[in-house]
């Protein structure tokens, strides 16, 4: 067989060693997976063959990009094939007159970024792993960063795909312009697929012009009920911020830890926010957002007066990743998204589950689209505590679906999440995604062990 | 069978009679079926209940809301069962707090768009038949109007679905929040999909802010490539206008003779420009507009210095339809949609097909998203010119597609797009779509006869 496969891609693209394998066995959550072989195709054509012939001997295929995913979405649980789409990056065209980028999908996200930035035009979706996520892997898992509430989130960005199917075949979805409707919408139903539906060569991306100025502020509270109340109040005053970022007490404590940048320690809750646009606009509702937080009882806001002071507020931001890294060997990072007006009462909620199981949990998020990231700061090889760990995600699981809320709102259900996908979307819902993948990819090549829970599975995070 | 309908839905919310199924037998598109009962359900119990009878004796169901679709979306053409859905229109919730509209499917778009602004929101999505179309049929087609550019498409705001499934299970997709990626993105599959893969029966709507204030100007150009050339500098000066509305010569010539107001009857372009936001921003951009259009050789630029100008403007705009509906008994409505900066050679086309074919053809559209409206006045009684018509179709459509734009940008395929649906979409896109209906629909029994053509089936004005 390999003989077949040294018929579709070049020998020095095909990775047999161990020590090359074990490469490709992890991602950024946990669990190790060795793959068979890793092959990295240089285009759709070649794809598409290893696929057939995946179909024919029946070989689970795992595409892969950046492998920054935080749910297990490119684990090759099941041994098998890994794809490695990194080096599928040589498109990279900018539109400008039709407000297009047309990507391979191994471009980086920040590059998609930057190469929009230089001609006036934004790609807003920004994953705090942007740097290093590719495009593909990036929406695959539909996720989107800061400036969901504002701008959406990446699927609204999609427009149009090339694909190659679970059986091989090379397709088209969407297209170039903003309104298709022709037919079932494939493109947003392989976003966010997860690499189940479908391997992505191609992406048509749609931009929108630069906003020409932004205004950055930080107001510390005293109360969580009261920085919700600052969000609600600005959000029906007419004002739609870009960002506004939220940190709990332990966050902050954390980031202080790290690196002290004489963040508040007494703090119950930081509160940055972005607004974006037109310069005498956002002057102006910079000023209203200030004091709208005074009234909603901050402590403290600080208005960013230069791009320094600015680039010091997100820093606060920024450091959390790192700095909870640092705490401990093992971070699971969750994504429980609930309504906005949920926000103080899911907070309340984990408050009460990381004193319940005695846990590292820290919380932080993006609190205009109540996209909240509670992160478990553990060491994986501590069976004990592992154990409270599973018990205190499920929960975590069970509060975000009792407020109204999602299992995930950008990290993707992957290995970690797919048991607890009934609790969310019930019998029913389940079937009626999996009847999709089934009809679609008969032989379940395409990144089996993912989204869907195994018959009795319950919880994984001990399995991994 | 009647009997078991009767112990479903009570007597005077079933129609039976001639008088009244006839009713039901059309939509705004053309051709009429009969179908073989109506019925008014109440609530997703009843739909739920009928749509498993209907498997069980292999009844076509057609769900229907104010039947305004513009490509046969509601109409029966197997006969069967009509579900009429504009009398399940009592949930009619705006929760400010959380940005959202929780709506039955029955409500009229419009009313959205008023009880959204009655509270400082705004539901963007406006098709020109919103002041009659249901939300859960505007949805179904994705139909979007104007403000697609700068605002998305209806999908871009509908996050959350209750909806009954083909084989009679009612379902909850997506949810209450803008980040949900919990599996496949169901609510965007449903959405656009015509009514061919279940009835929904309970809408969420992601609102945003009310823009805060609005500027408009009507620009004539001499030249239609100059409009496009000015549409374009526009939009890459980093402003995104909230609507950018096109009508050429035959359409301006239209208006007048229906209603005089002063239109240039000689310009070849006339644009409307409007910009929305902050009230000194726009004031700025409006401006900036008027510049630009200058610059490209507009020969006149009117901004509207109030509201009465600004209405005054639109008027124009709005008196297309009824201008060319007075023109001839017979209204062929197209809506390919093309890359922006396609559309100079999209009407060049058109102008040619217009002589090529010796018809009445006048075109109208969003200009800031490629979505044009070509609409041919005809007869359908006058079986020498239908055929001509068909062939003009076909041409438009294969223009739109060679030029890289799609069949349909929001009137949706029904029956009378069907027969090209793989020259957008080629045999295995296609072949994709249906996997899905045969799937979730293996009895066939929601909407068919719409989307996918028959064997062997190529045009279908003329059976129509």
């Not at 870009?242 to 703090?267: F, H, K, T, W």
Request: glycine residues 8%; contains cysteine; aromatic residues 4%.
């Amino acid at each position: 067989m390999i003989d077949r496969i040294r018929d579709i891609v070049p020998e020095e693209r095909i990775f047999l060693d161990l020590s090359e394998r074990y490469s490709y066995s992890y991602d950024a959550s946990f669990g190790e997976y060795l793959p068979d072989i890793v092959i990295q195709p240089s285009n759709s054509i070649e794809i598409a063959q290893l696929v057939k012939m995946a179909n024919k001997y029946l070989i689970p295929v795992y595409p892969r990009g950046a492998a920054t995913s935080l749910s297990g979405g490119p684990l090759p649980v099941e041994g098998g094939m890994v794809l490695d789409l990194s080096q599928l990056n040589k498109k990279h065209i900018i539109d400008r007159e039709n407000l297009l980028a047309i990507v391979s999908p191994g471009v980086i996200t920040a590059e998609v970024h930057k190469s929009a930035e230089e001609v006036g035009l934004f790609y807003p979706p920004d994953p705090s792993s942007s740097h290093v996520s590719t495009i593909g892997g990036n929406l695959l898992e539909n996720s989107s960063g800061p400036k969901g509430l504002k701008y959406g989130t990446t699927k609204e960005y999609v427009i149009g795909l090339e694909v190659v199917t679970p059986t091989g075949e090379i397709i088209r979805t969407g297209g170039s312009t903003v309104k298709n409707v022709t037919g079932y919408d494939l493109t947003r139903l392989i976003v966010g697929s997860e690499g189940t539906l479908g391997i992505v060569t191609e992406v048509i991306l749609r931009l929108i012009p630069k906003p020409k100025a932004r205004k950055t502020l930080l107001a510390s509270f005293d109360n969580l009920v009261d920085s919700g109340r600052a969000i609600t109040r600005i959000l029906s005053s007419g004002i739609l911020p870009g960002a506004m970022e939220l940190m709990d007490n332990a966050c902050i404590r954390a980031v202080e830890n790290y690196q002290p940048s004489g963040l508040p320690l007494d703090a119950q809750a930081l509160v940055i926010i972005e607004v974006d646009g037109h310069p005498s606009a956002i002057e102006e509702e910079i000023k209203q957002c200030e004091e709208l937080c005074y009234q909603e009882k901050a402590t403290n806001v600080k208005v960013a007066q230069t791009e320094e002071e600015r680039a010091e507020i997100w820093k606060a931001r920024k450091m959390v990743s790192p700095a909870i890294t640092q705490m401990g060997p093992t971070k699971i990072s969750e994504d429980a998204t609930v309504p906005r007006s949920k926000i103080p009462e899911m907070m309340e909620r984990l408050k009460q589950i990381r004193e319940k199981y005695q846990l590292n949990l820290v919380v932080f998020g993006h609190a205009g689209d109540g996209n909240l990231h509670p992160n478990i700061i553990t060491d994986k090889r501590n069976i004990e505590e592992m154990k409270r760990v599973e018990d205190a995600v499920s929960e975590i699981f069970e509060a975000a679906v009792s407020l109204g809320g999602t299992l995930s709102g950008e990290h993707g259900i992957g290995t970690l999440k797919a048991p607890y996908m009934e609790l969310e979307l019930g019998k029913e819902g389940l079937l009626m995604m999996k009847k999709i993948k089934e009809a679609w990819d008969p032989n379940n090549i395409l990144n089996p062990g993912k989204i869907f829970p195994k018959p009795g599975q319950t919880k994984v995070v001990l399995r991994a």
